[in-house]
């Protein structure tokens, strides 16, 4: 069965880094695009950050452009988030999520598999 | 792309039909998703592709629309039913989520 599992949370200081990892099962790694997407306590969902099948393709959102980087070890079933210059506005639960791709009837995508998500506390 | 689900807030009971809207600043073709999130657990993909149903989920559960406006259906309320609903546009890069719809139990 597919299990996507997050780890590398924690408490950290504003302005330091932090990396986290989801390691994945079941299913056949470097054939899906991954992504990451977040939620801060009592908030909605705000997605983070996508990268292709083969990490060849990578894209973010605006509010961690230049601090963030996704990437994957397709040998290892591993993707992973480079946080750099945390800062407060960072807390929250972040979720990796598996990304599916149909092209018929019609083409579209969704996230069909998600971990259970790694808390962030960004906090002196 | 903005995302703006209506309403915020939803209360309803067992039984019930509600019907929540997710509108889009751009037409989303069939780039569109509806998750359902309960407390302290991960979403669960209910709908794709605007209206295709994902595997395992309760056939009461619909999905429709299509250009910029979406609209997610239960026909009747379960109580394992209460909890948040988000649409998610793919269409484009940001990817982005509707601020989500709580549904109580009334």
């Known amino acids: 069965q597919v299990q996507l599992v997050e780890s590398g949370g924690g408490v950290v200081q504003p302005g330091r880094s932090l990396r986290l990892s989801c390691a994945a099962s079941g299913f056949i790694f470097n054939t899906y695009g991954m992504n990451w997407v977040r939620q801060a306590p009592g908030k909605g969902l705000e997605w983070v950050a996508v990268i292709s099948y083969d990490g060849n393709n990578k894209y973010y959102a605006d509010s961690v452009k230049g601090r963030f980087t996704i990437s994957r070890d397709n040998s290892q079933n591993t993707l992973y988030l480079q946080m750099n210059s945390l800062r407060a506005g960072d807390t929250a639960v972040y979720y990796c999520a598996r990304e599916d791709l149909v092209v018929a009837p019609a083409a579209t995508m969704y996230f069909d598999y998600w971990g259970q998500g790694t808390l962030v506390t960004v906090s002196t | 792309i903005q995302l703006t689900q209506s309403p915020s807030f939803l209360s309803a009971s067992v039984g019930d039909r509600v019907t929540i809207t997710c509108r889009a600043s751009q037409a989303l073709s069939s780039f569109l998703a509806w998750y359902q999130q309960k407390p302290g657990k991960a979403p669960k993909l209910l709908i794709y592709g605007a209206s295709t149903l994902q595997s395992g989920v309760p056939s009461r559960f619909s999905g429709s629309g299509s250009g910029t406006e979406f609209t997610l259906t239960i026909s009747s309320l379960q109580p394992e039913d209460f909890a948040t609903y988000y649409c998610?546009?793919?269409?484009?890069?940001?990817?982005?989520f509707g601020q989500g719809t709580k549904l109580e139990i009334k």
């Open positions: 998610q546009q793919l269409k484009n890069y940001p990817y982005t």
